[in-house]
């Protein structure tokens, strides 16, 4: 498997792919790819995944492109204004909020929904009860609206992110939620009740827009 990625505005992922080989893909971010490229939609896990995919967000089928012939290429996007970046499963699994998965490859890829391990970061911390994790050996290609923001945190070091800027983190990073203390931050500030907390070690990717709700989108007079 061999891929690029281009563009400014929004960044499109160009791959080209060698017979048998085989890419998971949110669904709908197919651009353009060769007719001799087959897929299809597919429940990574089966059917035990499919009812904790429903709660993620993320849909309950991937789409499942498969090549049948070597140099076949596919381009994908997630439709929204950003950039991608690669994230090796050489350094462990990823943890990807609502939105910020675009693609996954290589010899072997496990695509699971796991459930946040704190309560109240499951309510108030914007990514969820359900957050969809990838492990394995090979690539995964995130989005984020914007541009991106990277911190390693060490032992011990933790960040607050404002709801709605985290794209993805490392599985060792533990995800919870702070208190806005105050009655005029909370008021005014426009943060909330909570701000997420991320506690290291572990790699985190913020965006520095917070990502559009489908279905939520300016509208437009007539």
């Given at each position: 498997m061999r891929?690029t990625?281009?563009?400014?505005?929004?960044?499109?992922?160009?791959?080209?792919?060698?017979?048998?080989?085989?890419?998971?893909t949110?669904?709908g971010?197919?651009i353009?790819?060769?007719?001799?490229?087959?897929?299809?939609?597919?429940?990574?896990?089966?059917?035990?995944g499919?009812a904790?995919?429903?709660?993620?967000g993320?849909?309950?089928?991937?789409?499942?492109?498969?090549a049948?012939?070597?140099?076949?290429?596919?381009?994908?996007?997630?439709?929204?204004p950003g950039?991608?970046?690669a994230?090796?499963?050489?350094d462990?699994?990823?943890?990807?909020?609502?939105?910020?998965?675009v693609?996954?490859?290589?010899?072997r890829?496990?695509?699971?929904?796991?459930v946040?391990?704190?309560?109240?970061a499951a309510?108030?911390g914007g990514a969820?009860f359900?957050l969809q994790?990838?492990?394995?050996?090979?690539?995964?290609?995130?989005?984020?609206?914007?541009?991106?923001?990277?911190?390693?945190?060490?032992?011990g070091?933790?960040?607050?992110v404002?709801?709605?800027?985290?794209?993805a983190?490392?599985?060792s990073?533990?995800?919870?939620?702070?208190?806005?203390?105050?009655?005029r931050r909370?008021a005014?500030g426009g943060?909330?009740?909570?701000?997420?907390?991320?506690n290291?070690?572990?790699?985190?990717?913020?965006?520095?827009l917070?990502?559009?709700?489908?279905?939520?989108?300016?509208?437009h007079r007539?």
């Amino acid at each position: 498997m061999r891929y690029t990625i281009s563009g400014e505005l929004a960044q499109v992922a160009n791959l080209e792919l060698d017979k048998s080989e085989t890419c998971w893909t949110s669904k709908g971010s197919i651009i353009a790819l060769d007719p001799g490229l087959g897929w299809t939609l597919k429940v990574p896990g089966g059917a035990g995944g499919a009812a904790r995919r429903m709660m993620s967000g993320e849909g309950v089928a991937l789409t499942f492109i498969s090549a049948s012939a070597d140099g076949q290429r596919a381009t994908l996007a997630a439709n929204q204004p950003g950039k991608i970046i690669a994230w090796s499963l050489d350094d462990g699994p990823v943890i990807t909020t609502r939105g910020s998965f675009v693609a996954a490859f290589g010899p072997r890829i496990d695509i699971d929904v796991r459930v946040a391990k704190r309560t109240g970061a499951a309510f108030f911390g914007g990514a969820g009860f359900f957050l969809q994790s990838i492990s394995g050996n090979g690539t995964v290609l995130i989005h984020g609206s914007g541009d991106f923001i990277e911190r390693d945190l060490g032992e011990g070091e933790a960040v607050l992110v404002s709801t709605g800027n985290l794209a993805a983190f490392a599985e060792s990073v533990d995800y919870d939620i702070q208190g806005v203390s105050g009655c005029r931050r909370v008021a005014f500030g426009g943060e909330g009740l909570f701000m997420t907390r991320l506690n290291g070690p572990g790699r985190v990717l913020l965006q520095s827009l917070k990502r559009t709700t489908p279905g939520r989108g300016p509208r437009h007079r007539s």
